[in-house]
């Protein structure tokens, strides 16, 4: 099941959105801002029907 999750980047605090895949479980991955293209941490918790996205810094 794929969701749509807003974030703000922890770099440039611009605002972006995610496609989310819950599905899969418990994620963790790197995409670059779409903004500043600074590598972000995402970390997904799920059991398929509800979710936590945190995301973060690389060096938090």
């Known amino acids: 099941m794929l969701v749509t999750e807003r974030y703000e980047c922890p770099y440039c605090g611009e605002a972006c959105e ?32 509800e979710w936590m996205l945190d995301v973060h810094s690389e060096n938090e």
Not at 24 to 31: A, N, V
Request: with cysteine.
């Open 18 to 49: 995610a496609v989310l895949d819950l599905s899969g479980g418990d994620q963790q991955y790197i995409e670059d801002c779409p903004v500043c293209c600074r590598p972000i941490v995402f970390k997904l918790q799920t059991d398929g029907d």
